[in-house]
């Protein structure tokens, strides 16, 4: 399963590193993928947007068995 979410997270990390962030995978425990939004992304307002209108809802479409995402 971590790979599948790494793999995902791959396609998801040039976008945000263009914009002086990036995410690393934490954890994946009971379907919550457990991230960390880093560089730019970390204090950035719309973190959270990103967050769940980005990468949560990318990692859903592609894993079905993802039911959230959090950050740390």
Do not use: W, Y
Not at 14 to 43: M, S, W, Y
Not at 57 to 72: D, F, G
């Amino acid at each position: 399963m971590e790979d599948r979410i790494k793999a995902v997270l791959e396609t998801i990390r040039p976008a945000l590193q263009k914009d002086g962030g990036d995410v690393e995978f934490i954890d994946f425990h009971e379907g919550t993928v457990t991230v960390r939004l880093k560089g730019a992304c970390g204090n950035c307002p719309m973190s959270t947007m990103t967050l769940k209108q980005g990468i949560e809802k990318r990692l859903k479409a592609a894993i079905p068995e993802v039911v959230a995402v959090e950050s740390l």
